[in-house]
C-alpha cells in the first residue's frame, strides 16, 4: 500500500521520554504588521519583540535556521484561540492585518513530532541523520511544511533530528513516508550531529 501524500506540517505526538504530548503549548503574539500566513503544524522562530502585555512575538521559520517551536492553535485575542469574525478558519491569511493575532506553539525541545518527506525517499539507515524542512505555503486550511530529504545530513545546525519512521499500518518506506522527529536546531536547546 503506497503512503498517502497529505502533509500537515509538523503534529505533535510525544514526548523524548516516550510520555504522549499533553497538549502543553504556550501563548505568542503575530504582530498585526507581519504578512506571513499561518497555519497549525507550522513551525515558527521569535520574532524579538512583545506586545503591550509582554507576550513575547513570533514569525514564521525559516527553510533553515533556529526554531522555537510548532503552531497547533490560532486566534485574533489572547484568551481564545480561534477568530470570532470567521470560527471555520484555521489560518491567519496573508498580508499585514488590522490586529495582532496569537499562537499556541509547542515550544518545548523534548517535544516528538511527526512531519511527511518530500523528495526521494528515505531509508532505514537514515534514522539518527539531521534534516531541514521545505517551506511550503499552507492551503488555507493545513499546514504543507515537510522534511527536505535533499538535506538530510549529519550537521549539527539542521533543524530536525529523524528519530525514526511513524509506525502505524498506513505508513512505509517509501515515498511521502511520515517520520518522528525532534527539533534539533532549537532556539532553547543546542542542536547536535546526526549520527
Not at 65 to 84: D, F, K, Q, W
Not at 133 to 143: D, L, Q
Not at 144 to 172: E, H, M, S, V, Y
Request: glycine content about 10%; some cysteine; hydrophobic content about 40%.
Amino acid at each position: 500500500m503506497a503512503n498517502e501524500n497529505r502533509p500537515w506540517g509538523l503534529k505533535p505526538v510525544s514526548y523524548a521520554s516516550g510520555v504522549c504530548w499533553t497538549g502543553g503549548a504556550n501563548v505568542y503574539v503575530i504582530p498585526a504588521a507581519d504578512t506571513n500566513s499561518y497555519a497549525i503544524g507550522d513551525p515558527v522562530k521569535s520574532g524579538g519583540s512583545a506586545d503591550s502585555n509582554g507576550v513575547p512575538s513570533i514569525t514564521l521559520a525559516a527553510a533553515t535556521g533556529a526554531i522555537r517551536g510548532v503552531v497547533v492553535g490560532l486566534g485574533t485575542r489572547e484568551s481564545l484561540m480561534a477568530n470570532p469574525s470567521n470560527l471555520d478558519s484555521t489560518t491567519r491569511p496573508a498580508g499585514a492585518q488590522s490586529i495582532d493575532w496569537y499562537a499556541t506553539v509547542v515550544d518545548d525541545p523534548n517535544t516528538v513530532f511527526e512531519i511527511q518527506e518530500s523528495g526521494t525517499p528515505m531509508t532505514a539507515a537514515d534514522v539518527g541523520l539531521n534534516i531541514n524542512m521545505t517551506v511550503v505555503a499552507n492551503n488555507g486550511f493545513t499546514s504543507k511544511w515537510t522534511a527536505d530529504t535533499a538535506t538530510k545530513a549529519t550537521t549539527a545546525t539542521l533543524q530536525l533530528k529523524l528519530l525514526g519512521l511513524a509506525r502505524r499500518q498506513d505508513n512505509a518506506f517509501g515515498a511521502f513516508a511520515k517520520w518522528l522527529v525532534k527539533i534539533n536546531n532549537h532556539e532553547l536547546s543546542a542542536g547536535t550531529a546526526g549520527v
